[in-house]
């Protein structure tokens, strides 16, 4: 099978959707697929069997019209679109991209098309996001609707959309961790990072946005500190003064700022627990939370409209859910947590296994093939 990818941005430049186009590609060479990547990154970093191509430039936003007569030149059995508003035109416009994937359609009828959403579109909390929302969801409808395959990075976008595209296969895409697993020990984390090995290490990981209940992590750390347990907060990302600053005073914290892939998986690697509480949920768009899954760490977060079904069937068992709206009850979680040991030992376990069995990279190649092998024959069964 021959698959093509398309997105702007690859490593290594900070993007986490440009992050799983690469992932993605490598798993899919692989398994076997010859594979290329359409971006407009200059300096890509290779992609081990992986050929890319800078085949646009963005911006400006019409630049994505060159990808016409770039693709048609050789086009792939499938072309996946990875898709977020904002990553293809500022304000998430670009009228270009539905045009030029319609006049590809047209050069090249024997391509299928897969489209990604990696997000939906802006929600009207604000009068900014009302006037986005006016070219933001007919570009959604427009590219999902030419779309032989439609999938959503999330379960209950899936199960939301599906009636907007009768022509396509919809389906769930879960999102990797975009972090090696360099494969030290709790013990030898701690030992490079000179931690206390008898020092409970409490972590955040990530960007600190909209998305992310601080308040949360603040009732968590003040029941800890109130509980008179001895911690530290651990934190690794871009973000460490907005967090400092929703702490309360006197709380041990170290900011170890916004790293490698390798130094972030030692850091992750020497956490007991991980704070992720988010405003809609845990759910398998949320790198930061797979990431903790996939070091095997006890992973506490949030059950939430965007939750995931396998990972609300996971409570318990490969991570711990506490509901949206009960801060009270994240911070009880947390002390919990913290005072059973064998807890968080069993929830890290399974939280290892669980990421491998579901969500680590030739797992999703492997489903990603499956769905456009499934495609390609419903379309065969139609023509015939």
Not at 5 to 28: E, K, R, V
Not at 138 to 151: K, S
Not at 218 to 234: D, H, M, T, W
């Amino acid at each position: 099978m021959r698959i093509g990818l398309l997105f702007p941005a690859l490593p290594p430049a900070l993007d986490g959707i440009g992050d799983h186009t690469a992932h993605l590609a490598a798993a899919l060479a692989a398994e076997g697929a010859s594979v290329r990547v359409w971006t407009a990154q200059s300096d890509a970093t290779p992609i081990p069997g992986v050929e890319v191509v800078r085949a646009f430039r963005y911006p400006p936003r019409w630049g994505v019209r060159a990808l016409v007569a770039a693709v048609s030149a050789d086009p792939p059995d499938w072309l996946i679109v990875q898709f977020n508003q904002f990553s293809y035109g500022r304000w998430g416009l670009n009228p270009f991209l539905p045009l030029a994937l319609r006049a590809l359609r047209r050069r090249c009828p024997g391509m299928r098309l897969a489209v990604m959403f990696h997000e939906d579109f802006v929600p009207p909390t604000t009068w900014k996001n009302r006037v986005f929302r006016r070219w933001q969801i007919p570009q959604f409808r427009a590219l999902g609707r030419m779309a032989d395959v439609v999938a959503f990075s999330i379960e209950p976008w899936a199960v939301r959309y599906r009636s907007w595209f009768p022509q396509a296969q919809v389906v769930h895409w879960p999102v990797g961790s975009n972090i090696p697993d360099v494969g030290v020990s709790r013990e030898e984390a701690r030992r490079r990072l000179g931690l206390d090995p008898e020092t409970l290490v409490v972590g955040v990981f990530g960007t600190i946005g909209s998305g992310r209940l601080i308040d949360y992590i603040r009732a968590a750390i003040e029941q800890l500190s109130k509980a008179g347990v001895r911690f530290v907060v651990l934190y690794v990302g871009p973000h460490g003064g907005r967090l400092r600053a929703q702490l309360p005073p006197g709380v041990s914290f170290w900011d170890a700022g916004a790293l490698p892939g390798e130094a972030v998986s030692v850091h992750l690697s020497a956490m007991d627990l991980l704070l992720a509480p988010f405003v809609d949920g845990a759910s398998t768009r949320r790198g930061s939370m797979i990431a903790g899954l996939q070091h095997g760490l006890a992973v506490l977060s949030t059950d939430g409209p965007l939750t995931d079904s396998m990972l609300r069937a996971e409570h318990g068992r490969s991570l711990w859910l506490t509901p949206v709206g009960d801060r009270e009850a994240f911070a009880g979680a947390a002390l919990e947590l913290a005072r059973r040991l064998e807890l968080r030992a069993a929830l890290g376990q399974n939280a290892r296994r669980f990421y491998a069995a579901q969500l680590d990279w030739p797992v999703l190649a492997r489903r990603v093939m499956q769905t456009l092998e499934e495609a390609a024959s419903n379309v065969a069964v139609q023509v015939s």
